[in-house]
């Protein structure tokens, strides 16, 4: 079963979920479609049961409105998918209510729709991308499109596109207001101070054990033979569909390596800000609709591309990628030198930052000795317990400036390579120290100030825009004013 919710991998409930989001319509329109399936609901969270319970409503609304946020609607059915796919994926009921799902899907409406009035773009060709690269997952994770149709219950692939499409949109809309709103807002060393003295000694946060880490990376070499043998079959693809007019679609479907459009014949839209390689772009926007290009280069193999459709400056695209592969022997070559190096390394012959300099093939780590930034944080640090399962099990024993064993690992082509990492600096669990952990306290001061900037514009466009709440959500409690109460 599919992992990732419809709406939770499009919609992003938002960074500030805590900031829950209205004038009151009817309990239901005169003309409601109305059946008498029952569905029981508990009032204080309106979580759904499979069983009747004591409290219960004996009416259902078939895709009823629920809410009506400016220009932008919310169905019952919206936040019914929305929280039964979030129980199907394992999140435990009491962890979560339909209040507070639907709270958050408010919010989201309400961003995209002053995002709307402020004049924010988004490109349908980002939309289009990102429903392409949806479609391709869900296939992925469930099997066919068919599949995907019947777990979504829907009845063909258009209109599912149609509101993927819709979805997404909204989602990045919300997302672009919700930058708008606190790009600028800095925090200042004095506001930084302010924060920690206000901080209760007893409730000073815990830091976690952190580590800095480097890493050294070892790739197999590819050969000329093994790239050409890749170019060639290439350009035999090419030639079938040009010359025999084979389906550049179902070549995609059955050779393509590219695991985010295979599914769906090699699709893909775009336009000049959309973020492909710079290669693929700069090739795919040379060619007329209907020409395939010659084989050609990006750091993720070898690609054909045929462009199907040109609307202005937007393309639908079908690639073919393929990745050459290593040999054995140059699989052997690999580990033996990376063997070497660990024995180097140990021994103490060769710092594994300089080793790291000489010898490692990662590009984006190795002028810096192959130390790590932390993704989330844009640091060096990585809090123990929250780094990757796999990266843990690799690092969480290693002593300072020990290096690991030799480790096997793969990317998503599945080209082969070999890694050694060790811990540079190890920091042990501590309560927030303003000297030590100044940084940590800045980010969470300015996180303060961008949740009370918010709060404050959110409370302001409740206030300013058309908001009607439906049915029983009219007795969810909600950090924001959604009923618009007299305070």
């Keep these: 079963m599919i992992r990732t919710s419809l709406y939770i991998i499009i919609l992003g409930l938002g960074e500030m979920a805590g900031l829950s989001a209205q004038e009151i319509i009817a309990e239901a329109e005169p003309d409601s479609l109305v059946t008498n399936d029952t569905i029981a609901v508990r009032k204080d969270s309106l979580s759904v049961f499979e069983e009747p319970v004591t409290t219960q409503f004996q009416r259902k609304k078939i895709d009823g409105v629920a809410a009506v946020i400016g220009e932008n609607v919310i169905l019952d059915s919206d936040i019914d998918i929305a929280y039964r796919q979030l129980i199907s994926e394992g999140v435990s009921a009491s962890d979560v209510s339909r209040c507070e799902l639907a709270g958050s899907l408010f919010e989201n409406k309400l961003y995209a729709h002053h995002a709307v009035q402020d004049s924010i773009v988004v490109r349908d060709a ?93 790739e197999p070499e590819i050969t000329k033979e093994e790239e050409q043998k890749v170019i060639d079959r290439l350009n035999g693809f090419r030639e079938d569909i040009v010359e025999r007019g084979s389906s550049f679609a179902t070549k995609a479907v059955l050779y393509s390596q590219d695991p985010g459009s295979k599914s769906t014949g090699g699709k893909y839209t775009l336009d000049r800000q959309t973020n492909f390689a710079k290669e693929f772009k700069d090739v795919a926007f040379s060619l ?103 990266l843990y099990d690799q690092v969480s024993k290693l002593k300072t400036n020990e290096v690991s064993l030799v480790i096997p690992d793969q990317d998503r082509q599945g080209k082969k390579k070999f890694k050694l990492i060790t811990v540079l600096n190890r920091y042990d669990e501590h309560i927030a120290d303003y000297a030590k952990d100044y940084l940590k306290i800045q980010e969470l001061a300015l996180r303060k100030k961008q949740i009370d900037a918010i709060r404050e514009w959110q409370n302001e466009k409740i206030a300013d825009t058309y908001v009607k709440i439906n049915g029983d959500y009219r007795d969810c409690e909600y950090s924001g004013n959604w009923l618009k109460k007299e305070k």
Excluded: C
């Excluded at 060393?189 to 070892?218: C, H, K, M, S, Y």
């Design 126 to 218: 980002e939309v289009n991308s990102m429903v392409d690269q949806q479609l391709n997952y869900m296939t992925q994770e469930i099997g066919t499109i068919d599949k995907v149709l019947r777990f979504y219950k829907k009845d063909n692939i258009e209109d599912f596109k149609k509101e993927l499409f819709e979805i997404n949109k909204s989602n990045r809309l919300s997302e672009q207001m919700r930058t708008k709103i606190i790009e600028g807002i800095e925090i200042t060393p004095e506001e930084v101070r302010e924060f920690f003295n206000d901080i209760p000694e007893d409730e000073r946060p815990l830091f976690g054990t952190e580590i800095e880490l480097a890493q050294i990376v070892i």
């Design 288 to 390: 007329e609709e209907g020409e395939v290009s010659e084989p050609f280069q990006t750091d993720f193999g070898w690609h054909i591309v045929k462009v199907d459709k040109i609307r202005g400056e937007e393309i639908d695209v079908r690639h073919i990628l393929l990745t050459p592969q290593e040999t054995r022997s140059s699989i052997e070559k690999a580990k033996k030198l990376i063997d070497s190096l660990r024995t180097s390394i140990v021994s103490g012959s060769i710092k594994f930052t300089e080793a790291a300099r000489k010898f490692s093939d990662e590009k984006e780590t190795r002028e810096d000795g192959g130390q790590l930034l932390n993704p989330t944080t844009g640091d060096t640090h990585f809090e123990l317990t929250k780094i990757d399962p796999i």
